[in-house]
Protein backbone atom coordinates (compact mmCIF):
# COMPACT_ATOMS: atom_id res chain seq x y z
CA UNK A 1 0.00 0.00 0.00
CA UNK A 2 1.01 3.42 -0.75
CA UNK A 3 1.52 6.28 2.14
CA UNK A 4 -1.57 7.59 4.02
CA UNK A 5 -3.00 10.56 2.44
CA UNK A 6 -5.00 13.23 3.54
CA UNK A 7 -8.24 13.75 2.23
CA UNK A 8 -9.93 17.66 2.43
CA UNK A 9 -13.61 18.11 1.72
CA UNK A 10 -14.71 21.74 0.27
CA UNK A 11 -18.92 22.39 0.69
CA UNK A 12 -20.89 25.43 -0.43
CA UNK A 13 -19.37 27.86 1.89
CA UNK A 14 -17.43 30.63 1.20
CA UNK A 15 -16.10 31.37 4.41
CA UNK A 16 -12.37 32.38 3.94
CA UNK A 17 -12.67 29.94 1.09
CA UNK A 18 -9.55 31.28 -0.57
CA UNK A 19 -7.62 31.33 2.13
CA UNK A 20 -8.34 27.81 2.66
CA UNK A 21 -7.78 27.05 -0.92
CA UNK A 22 -4.34 29.06 -1.01
CA UNK A 23 -3.03 26.73 1.75
CA UNK A 24 -4.61 23.57 0.51
CA UNK A 25 -2.16 23.74 -2.76
CA UNK A 26 0.81 24.28 -0.53
CA UNK A 27 -0.23 20.66 0.47
CA UNK A 28 1.10 17.65 -1.30
CA UNK A 29 -0.58 13.92 -1.00
CA UNK A 30 -4.11 15.51 -0.78
CA UNK A 31 -7.18 13.82 -2.13
CA UNK A 32 -9.93 17.08 -2.63
CA UNK A 33 -13.09 16.47 -2.74
CA UNK A 34 -16.11 19.30 -3.38
CA UNK A 35 -19.36 19.04 -3.29
CA UNK A 36 -21.76 20.28 -5.79
CA UNK A 37 -22.37 23.41 -3.56
CA UNK A 38 -18.79 23.67 -3.24
CA UNK A 39 -18.27 23.56 -7.05
CA UNK A 40 -20.57 26.30 -7.58
CA UNK A 41 -18.68 28.58 -4.85
CA UNK A 42 -15.23 27.69 -5.68
CA UNK A 43 -16.45 29.71 -9.17
CA UNK A 44 -17.81 32.19 -7.49
CA UNK A 45 -14.51 33.21 -6.45
CA UNK A 46 -12.73 32.29 -9.47
CA UNK A 47 -10.92 29.01 -8.69
CA UNK A 48 -11.61 26.27 -11.50
CA UNK A 49 -11.43 22.42 -10.66
CA UNK A 50 -9.08 23.05 -13.61
CA UNK A 51 -6.47 24.57 -11.77
CA UNK A 52 -7.03 22.23 -8.49
CA UNK A 53 -6.43 19.38 -10.46
CA UNK A 54 -3.37 20.49 -11.67
CA UNK A 55 -2.04 20.20 -7.95
CA UNK A 56 -4.53 16.99 -6.93
CA UNK A 57 -6.87 14.84 -7.50
CA UNK A 58 -10.47 16.21 -7.19
CA UNK A 59 -13.54 14.13 -6.82
CA UNK A 60 -17.33 15.67 -7.43
CA UNK A 61 -20.43 14.69 -5.58
CA UNK A 62 -21.60 12.72 -8.77
CA UNK A 63 -22.47 9.00 -7.49
CA UNK A 64 -25.29 7.86 -4.93
CA UNK A 65 -23.28 5.65 -3.41
CA UNK A 66 -20.09 7.54 -2.95
CA UNK A 67 -17.36 4.53 -3.48
CA UNK A 68 -14.82 6.58 -2.46
CA UNK A 69 -15.49 6.73 1.22
CA UNK A 70 -14.08 2.52 1.03
CA UNK A 71 -11.11 4.48 0.64
CA UNK A 72 -11.05 5.26 4.99
CA UNK A 73 -11.54 1.21 5.53
CA UNK A 74 -8.40 0.31 3.61
CA UNK A 75 -5.92 2.87 5.52
CA UNK A 76 -5.59 5.33 2.66
CA UNK A 77 -6.54 8.74 4.63
CA UNK A 78 -4.41 9.41 8.14
CA UNK A 79 -6.91 12.57 8.05
CA UNK A 80 -9.73 14.45 7.28
CA UNK A 81 -10.07 17.85 6.99
CA UNK A 82 -13.60 19.67 6.37
CA UNK A 83 -12.78 23.32 4.86
CA UNK A 84 -14.91 25.56 4.29
CA UNK A 85 -17.88 23.22 6.43
CA UNK A 86 -21.33 25.00 5.53
CA UNK A 87 -23.79 25.23 8.67
CA UNK A 88 -26.12 22.45 6.58
CA UNK A 89 -23.10 20.23 6.38
CA UNK A 90 -22.27 20.68 10.27
CA UNK A 91 -26.03 19.94 11.31
CA UNK A 92 -25.87 16.74 8.91
CA UNK A 93 -22.90 15.97 10.29
CA UNK A 94 -24.12 16.36 13.95
CA UNK A 95 -27.52 14.29 13.05
CA UNK A 96 -25.14 11.51 11.55
CA UNK A 97 -26.52 12.00 8.04
CA UNK A 98 -24.23 10.62 5.37
CA UNK A 99 -26.64 11.32 2.56
CA UNK A 100 -23.36 13.23 0.19
CA UNK A 101 -20.20 12.29 -0.80
CA UNK A 102 -18.72 15.14 2.26
CA UNK A 103 -21.20 13.53 5.07
CA UNK A 104 -20.25 10.32 3.77
CA UNK A 105 -16.74 10.66 4.28
CA UNK A 106 -17.07 12.81 7.87
CA UNK A 107 -19.24 9.67 8.95
CA UNK A 108 -16.84 6.60 7.60
CA UNK A 109 -13.22 8.79 8.82
CA UNK A 110 -15.27 8.75 12.12
CA UNK A 111 -16.19 5.14 12.14
CA UNK A 112 -12.55 4.01 10.97
CA UNK A 113 -10.75 6.46 14.09
CA UNK A 114 -9.12 8.57 11.02
CA UNK A 115 -8.88 12.66 12.76
CA UNK A 116 -10.73 14.74 11.35
CA UNK A 117 -10.38 18.86 11.10
CA UNK A 118 -13.19 21.04 10.63
CA UNK A 119 -13.94 24.72 9.78
CA UNK A 120 -17.11 25.36 9.75
CA UNK A 121 -18.81 28.71 8.98
CA UNK A 122 -20.52 29.87 11.88
CA UNK A 123 -18.32 30.02 14.75
CA UNK A 124 -19.51 33.12 16.80
CA UNK A 125 -22.94 35.24 17.07
CA UNK A 126 -21.22 38.20 15.52
CA UNK A 127 -18.76 37.46 12.52
CA UNK A 128 -16.60 38.72 10.01
CA UNK A 129 -16.93 36.78 6.69
CA UNK A 130 -16.18 36.59 2.88
CA UNK A 131 -18.15 37.13 0.27
CA UNK A 132 -17.18 37.15 -3.47
CA UNK A 133 -16.93 41.06 -3.13
CA UNK A 134 -15.34 41.57 -0.32
CA UNK A 135 -15.77 41.14 3.88
CA UNK A 136 -19.05 40.98 5.27
CA UNK A 137 -20.56 40.93 8.52
CA UNK A 138 -23.22 37.62 9.31
CA UNK A 139 -24.81 36.77 12.62
CA UNK A 140 -25.42 32.88 12.57
CA UNK A 141 -28.57 31.42 14.12
CA UNK A 142 -28.51 29.93 17.64
CA UNK A 143 -29.06 26.45 15.99
CA UNK A 144 -26.09 26.89 13.34
CA UNK A 145 -24.45 27.87 16.45
CA UNK A 146 -25.36 24.76 18.55
CA UNK A 147 -24.36 22.36 15.27
CA UNK A 148 -20.99 23.72 15.92
CA UNK A 149 -20.55 23.64 19.67
CA UNK A 150 -22.17 19.77 19.29
CA UNK A 151 -19.73 19.56 16.32
CA UNK A 152 -16.97 19.91 19.28
CA UNK A 153 -18.07 17.30 21.05
CA UNK A 154 -17.85 14.42 18.47
CA UNK A 155 -15.02 11.95 18.70
CA UNK A 156 -11.48 12.33 16.46
CA UNK A 157 -12.62 15.74 15.82
CA UNK A 158 -10.94 18.89 15.99
CA UNK A 159 -13.18 22.25 15.15
CA UNK A 160 -10.97 24.87 14.37
CA UNK A 161 -12.06 28.83 14.31
CA UNK A 162 -9.86 30.57 11.83
CA UNK A 163 -7.97 30.18 8.49
CA UNK A 164 -5.17 30.68 10.74
CA UNK A 165 -5.91 28.11 13.31
CA UNK A 166 -6.72 25.54 10.30
CA UNK A 167 -3.32 25.80 8.82
CA UNK A 168 -1.39 25.56 12.17
CA UNK A 169 -3.62 22.56 13.02
CA UNK A 170 -3.35 21.00 9.69
CA UNK A 171 0.39 21.37 9.90
CA UNK A 172 0.94 19.92 13.52
CA UNK A 173 -1.47 17.07 12.50
CA UNK A 174 0.98 16.21 9.84
CA UNK A 175 4.23 16.86 11.68
CA UNK A 176 2.66 14.56 14.01
CA UNK A 177 2.90 11.84 11.89
CA UNK A 178 6.46 12.19 10.05
Known amino acids: MTKPKLAWAI ?10 VEFLLTL ?3 DLYVSAAGEEVLKMY ?38 PATSNTVAKCVLGIAD ?8 QAGKCRVPSIVYPCDIAPEMETTA ?11 IDLEGTAKLREFEFTT ?9 ATVQQRLKSLS
Open 11 to 20: TGSGHYIEEC
Open 28 to 30: ENV
Open 46 to 83: GITLDELRKKMPVYRDKTASCPPVGLFYKGYYHTFVLA
Open 100 to 107: SLVTNLYS
Open 132 to 142: PSGKVMVYPRK
Open 159 to 167: VVESAEELI
